[in-house]
T-cell receptor, first 114, second 115 residues
Framework: DQQVKQNSPSLSVQEGRISILNCDYT??????FLWYKKYPAEGPTFLIS?????DKNEDGRFTVFLNKSAKHLSLHIVPSQPGDSAVYFC?????????????FGKGTKLSVIP | NAGVTQTPKFRVLKTGQSMTLLCAQD?????MYWYRQDPGMGLRLIHY???????AKGEVPDGYNVSRLKKQNFLLGLESAAPSQTSVYFC??????????????FGDGTRLSIL
């Protein structure tokens, strides 16, 4: 039973346009959400996070939106650049014991076309 | 600026052989983790450690053992390798605290094939 779902395995976007990556979760105990970016042959790197007490967090070109009632979050990249081409993983963490443990989605491969 | 270093980067084993994957971090992190990533799957936690001398099971611990004898090292062992353990293994480390404040730092992975 997948608790963190990224239903789009891949996404193609033109350079300069907006990229929107989506993530849904089922566990109502999740209260921290993170996005990791992964290039081929490298490990994932932390990109941006959001706590459940917020509905938006922004860092430069990257913004994460959280809709708790819908159990949905999204990562917006504006403007998209070719260097953003990577696999993006959504991850969630639950409050309480083991809050450092992350549950990952399957990832979405973003291709930014020059 | 090493961060998290995994050894080896690639390995091919025969069914039944044993091996140990080494993870070393130079960030003085308390927490360390081992994940596996299979095609079309997210990262799944195998084992983790919240400090030197302590380990705990994650989501998919069967067939693996771990040890954390030194704070900077976390070893993942396969006692009798099986083809189902063919995967890419990632080690990660973090400071104590909640996930957004102390994100995990990952190594570049070990690609393991079991024939």
């Amino acid at each position: 039973d997948q608790q963190v779902k990224q239903n789009s395995p891949s996404l193609s976007v033109q350079e300069g346009r907006i990229s929107i990556l989506n993530c849904d979760y089922t566990n109502s105990m999740f209260d921290y959400f993170l996005w990791y970016k992964k290039y081929p042959a490298e490990g994932p790197t932390f990109l941006i996070s959001i706590s459940s007490i917020k509905d938006k967090n922004e860092d430069g070109r990257f913004t994460v939106f959280l809709n708790k009632s819908a159990k949905h979050l999204s990562l917006h990249i504006v403007p998209s650049q070719p260097g953003d081409s990577a696999v993006y993983f959504c991850a969630a963490s639950a409050r309480g014991a083991g809050s450092y443990q992350l549950t990952f989605g399957k990832g979405t491969k973003l291709s930014v076309i020059p | 600026n090493a961060g998290v270093t995994q050894t080896p980067k690639f390995r091919v084993l025969k069914t039944g052989q044993s091996m140990t994957l080494l993870c070393a971090q130079d960030m003085n992190h308390e927490y360390m983790y081992w994940y596996r990533q299979d095609p079309g799957m997210g990262l799944r936690l195998i084992h983790y450690s919240v400090g030197e001398g302590t380990t705990a099971k994650g989501e998919v611990p069967d067939g693996y053992n771990v040890s954390r004898l030194k704070k900077q090292n976390f070893l993942l062992g396969l006692e009798s390798a099986a083809p189902s353990q063919t995967s890419v293994y990632f080690c990660a480390s973090s400071k104590p605290g909640t996930a957004p404040n102390q994100p995990q730092h990952f190594g570049d992975g070990t690609r393991l094939s079991i024939l």
